[in-house]
């Protein structure tokens, strides 16, 4: 390695003073590891000065990390040989002892000399060098997109897997396996820079959903015999709701019904790889994978996203098992609820470990939710202060992922508070009655104490 060493500054070359800098290639190197930049120089000159140049910002900026100056250095005796007009090679060093991403770039050595003829002016020269600098990756996950998302009956839906690595330089081989065996898939561009649009986007469903239109047959095959009704029940009054009371709670119905789109043995798989510079240096990888979904042969199926890495000496992985929901925990405080408090009904979790995150609807069996919704989304649903109407009342909690559904029913009892007699409150759940009471108590109190 030579050749980057360029000559310049010597318009004397009549006496026959040289000079030729050349620093040795580097191999890349890895964080942490001791690296020593290595220039040559061969002169018949005398040594004058040595410079060590760090280049940044795309060359604008040189800063000096090192400098050698001959002429405030007493122990240089031995460079004296310009009388003798003897070619010597000199070498300057720098090490560095941990290198830091921060520290990847190009490097200068600059050596000056004198002119033999005049012996004051200095001839220059200098030589480049680019420290590669790799960091192995330090994370790496998997995720679906678009989640959490719902399961469709009727339609074929795209999945995507994404893997997400980060920490390395340069940028990793990122590849997926199912269950263990590589997957040979379709690469897809890499889309434009810029667009941004491989940020996996937190979108609830519910407008793009297609299924939201067949939702109220979803509903009511689960219970009947799988016929589409021509139209839906009007929301039943709160005697007729009351009536048969003899299901166990909570109920779990498990949706195994399955639609007939998909018989594609070998799905077809496409992927996706995007990199990102990140400001200190490192690339975030991100690799997608998608194709149709079959939850009949995808559920349980393991992906694993592995990653290549020239500073890394094993594959780096990370992985996950698509799985429905199933068996949801539900829990209602209080345990015990009476009229006027409030009852929280929760999913705690499920019998498995699923994924992707499941997207969780509540709804009022026959009836709108206490607050006059038709659903509510999300985890957790709050009855606020809740009537003696409500005794009796059903509630189904739908969890679903793009590989299936399961809903949950559980039925609040209500008992009488002593503190609230029957009837006061009103029929939107807010407790007029309450205060009433409360002051006729307050007046009693007052009354008593002026007796006393
Ligand atoms: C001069 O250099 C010699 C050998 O390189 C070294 O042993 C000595 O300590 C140095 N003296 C000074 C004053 O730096
Ligand atoms: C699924 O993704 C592939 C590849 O992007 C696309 O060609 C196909 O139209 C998509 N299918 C659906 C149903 O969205
Ligand atoms: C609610 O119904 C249960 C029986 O299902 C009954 O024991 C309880 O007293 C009822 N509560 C009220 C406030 O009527
Ligand atoms: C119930 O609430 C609605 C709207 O908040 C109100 O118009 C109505 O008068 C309330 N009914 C009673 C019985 O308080």
């Known amino acids: 390695g030579t050749g980057t060493g360029a000559q310049r500054g010597c318009g004397c070359p009549s006496l026959g003073t040289y000079l030729t800098v050349s620093i040795e290639p580097l191999p890349p190197v890895v964080v942490g590891d001791a690296v020593t ?16 140049y760090r280049v940044t910002d795309g060359g604008t900026i040189k800063q000096k990390i090192f400098t050698f100056d001959a002429m405030f250095s007493t122990n240089f005796s031995h460079m004296e040989n310009y009388r003798k007009r003897e070619d010597l090679v000199y070498q300057s060093t720098v090490r560095l002892p941990e290198v830091r991403i921060s520290d990847n770039g190009p490097y200068e050595c600059h050596v000056g000399i004198y002119d033999r003829a005049t012996r004051e002016k200095v001839v220059l020269a200098s030589g480049n060098v680019f420290l590669n600098v790799m960091a ?39 590849y997926f396996k199912r269950d263990g065996e590589p997957i040979e898939a379709t690469p897809l561009p ?6 941004g649009n491989w940020a996996p986007r937190n979108l609830l469903h519910r407008d793009l959903d297609d299924t939201k239109v067949p939702k109220s047959l979803m509903d009511e095959g689960e219970v009947g015999a799988g016929q589409a009704p021509a139209t839906m029940d009007p929301p039943r009054g709160l005697a007729a709701e009351r009536d048969p009371v003899t299901e166990t709670i909570p109920e779990t119905v498990v949706s195994r019904e399955f639609p007939r789109w998909v018989h594609v043995a070998e799905p077809i798989y496409y992927f996706r790889h995007t990199h990102a510079p990140v400001s200190d240096g490192t690339v975030e990888a991100r690799a997608t994978l998608t194709w149709t979904l079959n939850p009949q042969i995808d559920n349980e199926a393991l992906f694993s996203c592995e990653v290549k890495h020239p500073a890394l000496s094993m594959p780096m992985q990370s992985e996950v098992t698509l799985v429905a929901p ?61 009537p003696a109407e409500l005794n009796g009342s059903m509630y189904r909690c739908t969890a679903q992922n793009p590989l299936g559904s399961t809903d949950t029913h559980t039925r609040l009892i209500v008992f009488e508070n ?16 309450h205060c009433g009471f409360r002051l006729v108590l307050a007046l009693t109190l007052t009354v008593i104490l002026e007796l006393t």
């Open 37 to 52: 930049l290595k220039c040559n120089f061969k002169t018949d000159g005398k040594m004058r000065e040595i410079v060590w």
């Open 136 to 174: 192995p990756p330090t994370s790496i996950s998997v995720l679906a997109a678009d989640t959490p998302a719902p399961f469709s009956r009727y339609q074929a839906q795209n999945f995507t897997l994404v893997c997400v690595v980060s920490g390395g330089k340069p940028a990793p081989l990122v």
């Open 190 to 195: 890499e889309p434009p820079v810029g667009t």
């Open 326 to 386: 199933k068996g949801p925990k539900i829990t209602m405080t209080p345990t015990r609820a009476r009229v006027g408090d409030t009852v929280r009904i929760l999913v705690q979790g499920f019998q498995n470990e699923v994924f992707p995150e499941p997207l969780f609807t509540w709804t009022r069996v026959g009836s709108r939710l206490l607050d006059g919704s038709a659903e509510h989304d999300g985890k957790e649903l709050v009855l606020e202060r809740v």
């Open 418 to 433: 002593p503190n609230i007699p029957r009837g006061t409150e009103d029929s939107n759940g807010s407790l007029t009655g």
